[in-house]
Structures are given as structure tokens and as C-alpha cells.
């Protein structure tokens, strides 16, 4: 049995929920990532925050991402995955939630992310990896 510890990427870095959105943004690119959780001052997790929320929910709207914190946008329940988890928990939840990563999480912090991608690297089970993959993006597709 694989655990998600076994396949998540671990140098995994969280934006502080009262930074904003630009911070945020050029968290992303100087990682080369496309998302990021979010985390409050007691190193919590409170969300989670993609380069696509920073263009539909500040500047499609026509706000200003320098003024915008990333606590504005850490809305909802986060979905995250502890890492002691089956990868099969994991697949399941990014199924259910139609997401492609999942913070992960022990002794309630932050100690990794897990993704679609990192799961096809470890030679996830490959019929699996390929329903998991068809069904997120079917429901993309649909809910645009």
C-alpha cells in the first residue's frame, strides 16, 4: 500500500493569508507553480489559491492585486489530504473535489503537495491514473 508521503512533492511553500495577491503571483512564478495554499498566522491551512482565481476573482473584476489579500480569496473548506493517507484516499478525493492537487498535511501543517502529476511519476497504477485524469477534466468540461 502506497501512502501519499511516498509521492507528494515536499518543498511545498504556502502564501500567508495577509499577503496579496501579487505577492502571491510572484510566489508562483519565482516556484514555477500554478497554485498555492493558504495559510494563516498559526501556519494553518485556510485554503488554497491558483494563478486562474488571481485572474477571475481580482483582475477580471478589475481590482487591484496589490491591495487584495489572499485571505479574501481562501473562501470555503480546504480540501487537503493527510500524509499518511493511501494514494487511493487521494485520487478519490481529487475525483470528488475535480481537483488536480491537494495540499497534504501531518501533525496539522503544511509538509507537501500532491498532484495528478506527481502521482503519474510514481507509476501510479496506469488504468487508474487514466480514469482518475478523464474524469476530472469530463466535469471541466461540463462546468464551463
Not at 495540499?103 to 502529476?117: M, R
Request: net charge negative; with cysteine.
Amino acid at each position: 500500500m502506497s501512502v501519499v508521503r511516498e509521492f507528494m512533492t515536499t518543498n511545498a511553500q504556502c502564501i500567508a493569508e495577509d499577503k496579496t495577491l501579487q505577492e502571491a503571483a510572484m510566489l508562483m512564478r519565482d516556484l514555477d507553480c500554478g497554485s498555492l495554499p493558504i495559510c494563516g498566522s498559526d501556519g494553518k491551512l485556510t485554503g488554497f489559491i491558483t494563478d486562474r482565481d488571481i485572474v477571475v476573482k481580482c483582475l477580471a473584476e478589475g481590482r487591484d492585486a496589490r491591495e487584495v489579500l489572499a485571505r479574501e480569496l481562501a473562501t470555503g473548506k480546504p480540501y487537503w489530504v493527510d500524509a499518511d493517507a493511501n494514494v487511493d484516499e487521494a485520487v478519490a478525493m481529487m475525483e470528488d473535489r475535480q481537483v488536480r492537487r491537494l495540499p497534504v498535511i501531518s501533525d496539522h501543517k503544511l509538509v507537501g503537495i500532491i498532484s495528478q502529476g506527481d502521482i503519474a511519476r510514481n507509476h501510479y497504477a496506469e488504468q487508474r491514473l487514466g480514469e482518475m485524469v478523464e474524469h476530472i477534466s469530463a466535469k471541466e468540461h461540463m462546468a464551463h
